[in-house]
């Protein structure tokens, strides 16, 4: 069993910079896709970044030039350095961990930009 545990969410003003973390347990993170997505109120979950086992990276256009996903299998961590915040990013922030026939969810952790 897998968990993923978000971390580094709060209220920061527009313009501003947050960092998130994943931490997952257990010895199969290095060979799966991580992944961020976000939900903001009323909306559906969306994907904002994704990073391979290999290091591809993948953005939702809304979060290109802005957001850089990273991850460190030692740690077995992922991270989401996001800058430029705007309000719309305003969100639930979840962490993904997919594998060829299982998938597993964080809880999320809560990004407030205000304007």
């Known amino acids: 069993q897998v968990q993923l545990v978000e971390s580094g969410g709060g209220l920061v003003q527009a313009g501003g910079s947050l960092r998130l973390a994943c931490a997952a347990s257990g010895t199969i993170f290095s060979r799966g896709t991580m992944g961020w997505y976000r939900q903001a109120p009323g909306k559906q979950r969306d994907l904002a970044a994704t990073i391979t086992s290999g290091g591809t990276t993948n953005y939702a256009d809304s979060v290109k030039g802005r957001f850089t996903i990273s991850r ?14 705007k309000p719309e ?9 997919s594998l060829p026939t ?6 999320g952790t809560l990004v407030t930009v205000s304007s």
Do not use: E, F, P, S
């Not at 460190?72 to 915040?85: C, E, F, P, W």
């Not at 990013?89 to 961990?97: E, G, K, P, Q, S």
């Open 102 to 107: 299982l998938t597993y969810w964080g809880k």
């Open 89 to 97: 990013d305003t969100a639930v922030y979840y962490c993904r961990l």
């Open 72 to 85: 460190d299998n030692a740690k077995r961590t992922v991270y989401l350095q996001m800058d430029g915040l």
